[in-house]
């Protein structure tokens, strides 16, 4: 067989000549491989889900609320994009990214998907190619784990494969856009590796890009995710203060963030996505395995996944009080974890539903991106949603939410009596919502005060 050499690698990756594997047509594999089949690679999208490759076979992507995907994909297909279920199809390529789940296990991260996958790449990836990992890897798993792994099958790093972390942070609803302007970081244990993963990666990112060891760049990665969530959860501590102490937390922010080194963020009822909701817990696992227990850093993932529950169980007393003990009809708009994000993983919207359920309510959700109702009943208007509500519940700050006018909101209520208006996201002012005839609550404002004003309706 031919002995194929570095320098061939990295001519053929200037040339964008090169046979690129994609393991993995996500979130992230999927657009990532489209941004390399533009670049001029041969790109062979292989995933292990049949009716997944079956569909970006037909040219259907479902990532089409991700501008640009759906052209990129019916442009390519075929001709530089080959989607495929067939390993076979994958032989002697020069370049293997592995694009799959790391999700949280109960105790610690579940690296099955990985380890699969690594296994794949190592049957296909020509001897002499590269493979990347592109999925979140916890703090220590290259050098313990992939390296081992990789070299156990008898190839020496750096010498018969290249090998490099790039690990991915782009946000969904923005993922073409963030995948080529982010700045980018890889981690590798030799130069020559670096160098074959910056020539690709230089093919579409225009962000910039570090090369660094791969502990290095495992933990940017984390801290990245663990620093947003604990500032959420920081916010969110205030707003729980500020509901026992009778403050309002607007007011409080507000006032806070006039001081020049102050950036307090928006307090909610809860963080998602697929990464947010882990991270931090990859970052704590490993550090507490070798020694230092970040109880910061647990405690704000803690706090964050209890705010959902919180407010359902607020919401819940208010309707049951506002009905004479019986439980509702409660509208929730919004379902996926962030505004204008077409993404439902790991929302705050599931708990707060699943519990509004339990405790016997009937749950509407409307959310203009997404179909995902959690356990309620999913309603495509927003009127009809609210038909027949006792409350409204925002928990998501979509653009379209933001816009509402409340007057016109309150008259599509068909339903005699009060209605709470709940603010999880502090869309509206309190004012705002009681002029146009709402009961208003929100997230961080002393709930308990509001409850003695509630009209009690006896049967
Ligand atoms: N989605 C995001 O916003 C985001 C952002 C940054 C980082 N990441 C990370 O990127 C990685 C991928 O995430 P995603 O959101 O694209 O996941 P995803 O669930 O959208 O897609 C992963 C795909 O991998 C496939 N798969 C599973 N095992 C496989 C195997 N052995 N071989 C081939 N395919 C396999 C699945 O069928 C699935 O289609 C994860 O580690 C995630 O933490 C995701």
């Not at 491989?33 to 037909?58: H, K, P, W």
């Not at 995710?225 to 409080?252: H, T, W």
């Not at 409204?392 to 700050?397: E, K, L, N, W, Y």
């Amino acid at each position: 067989m031919k002995r194929i050499l570095y320098e061939d690698l990295e001519t053929a990756l200037k040339a964008r000549e090169a046979k690129i594997a994609v393991l993995g047509q996500g979130y992230i594999g999927l657009p990532t491989s489209l941004l390399m089949a533009r670049a001029g690679f041969t790109v062979y999208g292989f995933d292990v889900n049949r009716n997944l490759i079956d569909e970006l076979s037909r040219g259907e992507t479902r990532l089409k609320q991700e501008k640009g995907i759906a052209e990129l994909l019916d442009d390519l297909k075929e001709r530089n994009y080959f989607p495929t279920e067939d390993l076979s199809e994958l032989y002697e390529s020069d370049v293997v990214l592995i694009a799959v789940p790391t999700p949280k296990g109960r105790d610690g991260p579940n690296l099955s998907m990985v380890l699969s996958a690594l296994e794949s790449a190592l049957k296909v990836v020509r001897r002499g190619g590269l493979i990347v990992i592109e999925s979140t890897l916890p703090p220590g798993t290259f050098y313990d784990l992939i390296i081992p792994t990789v070299e156990s099958s008898g190839l020496e790093v750096g010498k018969d494969i290249y090998l490099a972390y790039c690990p991915e942070r782009a946000l969904p609803g923005k993922l073409l856009q963030e995948l080529v302007q982010n700045f980018r970081i890889i981690g590798v244990v030799d130069e020559k590796s670096g160098i074959l993963a910056k020539t690709l990666y230089e093919s579409f990112v225009e962000g910039g890009i570090e090369i660094v060891d791969p502990l290095t760049a495992e933990m940017v990665k984390l801290v990245e995710n663990s620093y947003r969530d604990v500032n959420i959860a920081f916010a969110n501590e205030v707003a729980r203060m500020c509901e026992v102490l009778g403050v309002d937390v607007r007011k409080v922010r507000e006032l806070a963030n006039k001081h020049p080194r102050v950036n307090m963020l928006i307090p909610g009822i809860g963080v998602g996505g697929s990464c947010l909701t882990k991270d931090p817990w990859f970052l704590f696992w490993a550090s507490q395995e070798r020694g230092y227990r970040p109880n910061l850093i647990k405690r704000a993932r803690e706090l964050n996944a209890e705010m959902p529950f919180h407010y359902a169980g607020i919401l819940d007393e208010l309707v049951r009080q506002l009905r004479g003990g019986r439980s509702g009809v409660i509208a929730v708009l919004g379902s996926t974890y962030k505004g204008d994000v077409p993404d439902p993983r790991e929302s705050p919207v599931e708990p707060f539903v699943k519990e509004l359920v339990k405790r016997g309510h009937a749950v509407k959700v409307y959310d203009p991106l997404v179909r995902s109702s959690f356990g309620g009943e999913y309603v495509p208007d927003i009127s009809e949603a609210v038909k027949d509500a006792d409350s409204i519940a925002f928990v998501t700050d979509h653009t379209e939410f933001k816009m509402l006018d409340l007057r016109k909101l309150r008259k599509a209520v068909k339903k005699d009596g009060p209605v709470i208006l709940f603010d999880g996201r502090l869309l509206f002012e309190p004012e705002e919502a009681e002029e146009a005839g709402f009961i208003y609550i929100s997230v961080g404002r002393p709930y308990t005060i509001l409850e003695r004003s509630l009209v009690t309706i006896e049967d």
